[in-house]
């Protein structure tokens, strides 16, 4: 039932491979053999917001859901986009919306005949607050290690989807 009022709805975006929020925006090029849907929730005419429990005044919600496939892999990616840079308020808003998805589909009891990784990205503009860590550590319990990422930089998240690591910068040599 969910999956069919997310493809049934205003929410899916038919041939989006991007999203934006406040002029802040992550995109990604599918490959050969992938399947990638974006959902856009965190509007009023989501109907998921609802049956998720999520359409309260002021409760926090991400901005939109990734579905990703190829082979038998099968990720669900929770995205808040930011141009303030709160990163507080940002993993409010992935965490939540993740507990209350996945309260719906125990409640429902919804035979998926599939497993799927939920992961969270976060795109975030401006500067990083000194609690950094402690926001690190709350998506890496809720997501799992590897499985999250605020990346202020880079639109592309398709290497993150695809569970390609981040290379390092490094640090440079002295002449």
Known sequence: MCFNILL???CFLPGKTSCEDEGVSVSLKPENGETVLFFSIDNSSCQLRNILGLNQPNMAICDSLVFYAKNQERIIC????KRSGDLSRATEQVINTYNHFNTFLQKTGENFNFTFTP?????????VPQ????????????????????NGKSTDFGNFLRGIPRKSKGKRKKS
């Open 8 to 10: 049934l709805s205003e």
């Open 78 to 81: 929770f995205v808040e986009l």
């Open 119 to 127: 992961k969270a990205f976060l795109k975030l503009e401006g500067s």
């Open 131 to 150: 609690e950094y860590q402690r926001y690190k550590d709350r998506l890496r319990k809720t997501f799992g290690e590897d499985n999250y990422d605020h």
